[in-house]
């Protein structure tokens, strides 16, 4: 029934950190095309009133007209019924840590801890997990006050710092959860910048303006500044929520070079959005991009496995055993490993016929890419990959 419980929440939580995800990212994509879009006001009056640009535009049935004040208007008070874009960015950074407690903390013997990778206790490994987010955002605020007036070697700095903990992690986790964690940094990152700065440098400003005061615009361009490192690591965080579907990314020694130029991929398609709102078709940005991917997904690819011959072929006995003793407490109708109410998936693997219906599957997850058992919990030897790669290439029989 514990199971049961955790799923639900899971499934709650996990919809409302993907609800709230969309709510952020899609005003941070709208705020980056609006201010890119703004055009000098027609009208001089509207400039003596202290718009720095404006936009027209249309949209569900009607006719908007935004506005751009920098310094908020001028020869008439500032509204003080604005609204605050932060509760998408916060109700997402905490949802997300809800799923990674729900997750990964409750459930730290199997899906944090990989002791292949370090033998770990379940505190050990939350309070590293715990303070991995704290840290993340510490250097990266360091990085962005050190190198705040050399913007392309702050950007490279962070993305050293990003794939330096990839690997970090990738030696203290498991590799899915590495992945997780590497978001989850960036996640931190983005919501501290918004906690603060851009909104406590906005409250100055708005109280700056109301007490009839000129603000300091400093304020407005470290705001600015810090939206647009967010905007760029979108991509990369996102790619990171989705791919502990894809254990072909994070399973292998190489794994966390491979998120970082994933992330990198995606801050290039991102640069190449960007440009485009300001009518700058940069080609090369995407085609870049694709290069990659490209040369990721042919590292990555699986290599043709020779058939099996010799006079000693894997019985399927044996085989079968390894699947109960390795496979089944997760893979069954009623699973037996705690934080599983039902099987991953879907794949059952309890009798003969699902095993060799499956085996495609177990090749790719257990022999490849050693994907599964998930951080190796039930401990599948390298003669066990092996012997059941042998029996898939010899064509995955009963007999």
């Known amino acids: 029934m514990q199971d049961y419980v955790l799923d639900w929440l899971n499934l709650l ?22 201010d890119n879009h703004l055009t000098p006001p027609a009208d001089a009056a509207d400039a003596g009133r202290g718009v720095s640009g404006e936009l027209w535009a249309v949209h569900g ?15 008439q008070p500032l509204t ?5 874009f932060k509760w998408e960015a916060y109700i ?29 206790s379940p505190a050990a490994a939350i309070a590293i997990s715990a303070g991995s987010l704290v840290a993340g955002w510490l250097v990266y605020d360091a990085l962005c006050k050190i ?3 050399q913007p392309l070697a702050l950007g490279v700095a962070v993305f050293a710092f990003l794939t330096l903990a990839a690997w970090g992690l990738s030696h203290v986790f498991g590799a899915r959860a590495a992945y997780i964690h590497v978001g989850s940094i960036i996640g931190t990152i983005m919501v501290a910048n918004v906690a603060n700065v851009i909104i406590p440098g906005q409250r100055k400003i708005v109280e700056a303006i ?18 647009v490192h967010n ?25 966390w070079l491979v998120l970082a130029l994933i992330g990198l991929a995606g801050v290039l398609v991102r640069y190449f ?30 290599r043709a496995r020779p058939a099996a011959t010799g006079s000693n072929p894997i019985p399927f006995a044996q085989v079968q055993k390894i699947v109960q003793e390795r496979c089944a407490a997760c893979h069954a109708e009623h699973p037996t490993q705690p934080g599983f109410a039902s099987p991953p998936q879907g794949v059952v693997l309890d009798s003969p016929e699902r095993i060799v219906a499956n085996a495609q599957r177990i090749e790719q997850q257990a022999v490849r890419t050693h994907a599964m058992p998930l951080d190796n919990v039930t401990h599948m030897t390298d003669d066990e990959r092996s012997a059941l790669g042998a029996w898939i290439s010899a064509g995955a029989k009963t007999q």
């Open 92 to 120: 997402t950074w905490l949802s997300g840590i809800a799923m990674l407690a729900l997750i990964y903390w409750v459930g730290a013997n199997t899906y944090l801890i990989d002791k292949s990778v370090l033998d770990l």
């Open 61 to 75: 049935g009607g006719f908007y007209h935004n506005q751009k004040f920098l310094a908020g208007p001028k020869g």
């Open 13 to 34: 939580v996990r919809w409302l950190h993907f609800t709230a995800g969309i709510s952020w990212i899609g005003a941070s994509f709208y705020f980056v095309w609006l």
């Open 80 to 84: 003080r019924d604005l609204h605050w």
């Open 231 to 255: 905007t760029y690591l979108t991509l990369p965080v996102l790619f990171t929520m989705i791919s502990n579907h894809y254990p072909m990314t994070y399973s292998g020694p190489y794994g």
């Open 210 to 227: 109301h007490a009839g005061r000129a603000p300091d615009p400093r304020l407005g361009i470290l705001g600015k500044t810090r939206s």
């Open 147 to 149: 190198l705040e007036k």
């Open 273 to 302: 959005f960007i440009l485009t709102h300001k009518r700058k078709l940069v080609v090369a940005l995407p085609v870049a991009a694709l290069l990659i991917l490209g040369v990721v997904a042919f590292a990555l690819a699986p």
